[in-house]
């Protein structure tokens, strides 16, 4: 059954009446932590679904979208048909494009002909869906999450933060189900981390980099750690705001060149609903050895944005000279310090090379990545009931659901946080409608949404059922296998 779609063209910003307290005797059906955009994309489909009660806690002030990262000229690295729901239900009032007809966008939007969106964009359309839709609550800090079995509910304990963060109140909600849409946080590798806190020369981490870029561009020199696409971003932006011939600028990283992210028609077909589901049978140390082979899916650097930091350092030699900006891979920062309290001390080592030697910089900005947000905190009171994989990993069944004891009769799903069990599009905007209206069908029981059966031309692995040739056509000839295989 597809939900029907609000009458109202543009969503009705006036908030909606809050939902009555839920108590042990009368729970929620769903209860969300976290409102980054996968959470927002399962609160956006779940609007309409008259019979569900759900409520979702987020810990901001309002939703905000990597802020730290909002440069102006980076986009998105998906089409912007990976909204928040339009390949699941196009016909939803929260579409990308319903957001533009609300602004009275539409038009130039047709005429710029992009794509890809700016990342400023896809912020502001997905605070336009979270100030529009009922049931989020800002400023609402999860703490805790317990299994109730006599009560047979989840209790969601939370703090209520005011303006300044601090803690306010403490409440606690009753559940059935739980949506934990926690997202990542900031990695310092280990040899880094004396840098972070220490007072002096500023070191940031890429995810603050926008709070801080001043300070960095007052810096003599600054070091860029790290040749992701974060990396690359930040090393361009210095670039094109430090004058020519004077720009003391270093860009290092670990892997063995400033790689491109794959983007070919074909490999993007892994961050499909038929990969994903390939992916998710495989034995565990399969899963675990392909994650790391295909770092170029979701590691390496835009092909656009190398472009731009070659052609800004190429019109930086039109007038003879060479830019004063040192870009190396292959780089391993070893240790860290500061000097005195203005400068910093980088030791590394090039690993091909087998070479050491010391860079003495300004500044440094810390492109290291991020990782899942660890899950324990919140979930510590579940541990009992949590089944686990061969590294310690919650398990992860194929609807997004945690493996727990068979005595617990609700359901704790995970968005983003199943890279291990189901693929490198855990995390990938294309996926997130996908996943969210999984959930859904799976919380209702019923084919809510319905979702396509076939997402990719590549067929994943041997096809134990081979297809009917269409008649006419001669079958191909099958070899038996004889050997066991
Ligand atoms: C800079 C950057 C750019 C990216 N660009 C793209 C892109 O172009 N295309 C793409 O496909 N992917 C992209 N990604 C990857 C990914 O899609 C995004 O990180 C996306 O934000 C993930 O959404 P999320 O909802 O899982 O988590 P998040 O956006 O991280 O949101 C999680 C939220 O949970 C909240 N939270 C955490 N713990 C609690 C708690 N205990 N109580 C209450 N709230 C809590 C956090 O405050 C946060 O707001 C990008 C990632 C980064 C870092």
């Not at 999450?145 to 989840?154: A, I, K, M």
């Not at 009753?174 to 934990?180: A, I």
Request: with cysteine.
């Amino acid at each position: 059954m597809i939900p029907t779609p609000d009458p109202s063209p543009t969503p009705d910003p006036s908030p909606a009446p809050a939902a009555p307290r839920s108590t042990p005797d009368r729970p929620r059906d769903l209860v969300g932590i976290g409102i980054g955009p996968c959470n927002l994309s399962l609160a956006a489909l779940a609007q309409p679904l008259a019979e569900l009660d759900a409520v979702f806690y987020e810990q901001r002030p309002g939703f905000d979208w990597h802020p730290g990262l909002l440069l102006d000229d980076a986009r998105v690295q998906v089409p912007f048909l990976a909204d928040l729901v339009t390949l699941v239900d196009p016909a939803s009032p929260w579409t990308f494009l319903n957001h533009l007809r609300s602004r009275d966008r539409l038009f130039p939007f047709y005429f710029a002909e992009r794509f890809h969106l700016h990342r400023a964009e896809y912020d502001a359309y997905c605070r336009w869906v979270a100030q529009n839709l009922p049931g989020l609550h800002f400023r609402h800090q999860v703490d805790a999450v317990r299994w109730n079995p006599e009560r047979e509910v989840f209790e969601v304990d939370f703090t209520q933060l005011d303006a300044d963060g601090e803690a306010e109140a403490l409440g606690r909600t009753y559940t059935r189900n739980v949506v934990l849409g926690v997202g990542t946080e900031p990695y310092v590798p280990e040899p880094l981390r004396p840098l972070v806190h220490a007072p002096g020369a500023p070191v940031v981490h890429a995810a603050d980099y926008l709070a801080h870029r001043e300070a960095i561009l007052a810096a003599g020199h600054v070091t860029v750690v790290g040749s992701g696409q974060s990396g690359a971003e930040v090393f361009l932006d210095l670039l094109r705001r430090r004058p020519a011939g004077r720009e003391a600028l270093h860009w290092i990283g670990r892997t063995e060149a400033f790689a491109p992210m794959e983007y070919s028609k074909l490999g993007l077909e892994h961050f499909t609903p038929d990969y994903t589901r390939y992916f998710h049978a495989l034995p565990e140390a399969v899963r675990d050895r392909l994650v790391a082979a295909q770092w170029q899916l979701h590691k390496g650097v835009d092909a656009g944005t190398l472009a731009a930091v070659h052609d800004e350092l190429y019109r930086r030699t039109l007038h003879g000279g060479w830019p004063d900006a040192v870009l190396t891979p292959g780089v391993r920062v070893r240790t860290a310090g500061r000097l005195a309290t203005t400068r910093v001390e980088l030791h590394l080592e090039h690993v091909q090379q087998d070479t050491r030697s010391r860079l003495t910089t300004d500044a440094v900005v810390l492109a290291t990545g991020y990782r899942e947000r660890p899950l324990e905190g919140v979930l510590a009171g579940l541990d009992p009931y949590l089944r686990r994989d061969s590294a310690g990993r919650p398990r992860v069944d194929e609807e997004f659901r945690l493996v727990l004891d068979p005595s617990v009769t609700g359901a704790v799903f995970v968005q983003n946080a199943e890279r291990h069990t189901h693929g490198v599009g855990a995390p990938d905007l294309g996926l997130a409608a996908w996943r969210s209206a999984t959930i859904l069908n799976t919380l209702t029981g019923k084919e809510t949404y319905p979702l396509p059966g076939r997402t990719a031309f590549t067929t994943f692995g041997l096809d134990p059922h081979p297809r009917v040739p269409p008649q006419g056509a001669k079958a191909p000839a099958l070899t038996p296998l004889t050997d066991g295989r």
